[in-house]
């Protein structure tokens, strides 16, 4: 049974930094690229960051590019999320997600091209 199990969450103030790990078990993910997203109470879930299954190439929402950094281990068969600079709009549940889907001709942005997601890590920004 495959898993993905998120971690690293929690209260920050403005400012300060985070970083997330989402760990995969039940299957290796070395060469399948992964993602995060998040969901912000009262909004639909959105796209963040991806990165390729080699961790050579990655892919930003407009809003995090220059304070997240997106990164992976595959002998670990785990994927992080490093936050800097938060901003109380970072606020939200933060979801991995992994696909079944090789290749990298464009980033993978949108919620169908991941088969699997983790139960999410709440992120909470104070101003």
């Known amino acids: 049974q495959v898993q993905l199990v998120e971690s690293g969450g929690g209260l920050v103030q403005a400012g300060g930094s985070l970083r997330l790990s989402c760990a995969a078990s039940?299957?290796?993910?070395?060469?399948?690229?992964m993602g995060w997203f998040r969901q912000a109470p009262g909004n639909e879930r959105e796209f963040v960051a991806a990165?390729?299954?080699?961790?050579?190439?990655?892919y930003y929402q407009d809003s995090v590019k220059g304070r997240f950094t997106i990164s992976r281990d595959n002998a670990k068969n785990t994927v992080y999320l490093q936050m800097s600079s938060l901003k109380p709009e970072d606020t939200a549940v933060y979801y991995c997600a992994a696909t079944g889907r090789t290749g990298w001709s464009r980033a993978f942005t949108r919620e169908y091209e991941y088969d699997y997601w983790g139960q999410g890590t709440q992120v909470t920004v104070s101003s």
């Open positions: 039940g299957r290796t993910f070395a060469g399948y690229p």
């Open positions: 990165i390729s299954g080699s961790g050579g190439n990655t």
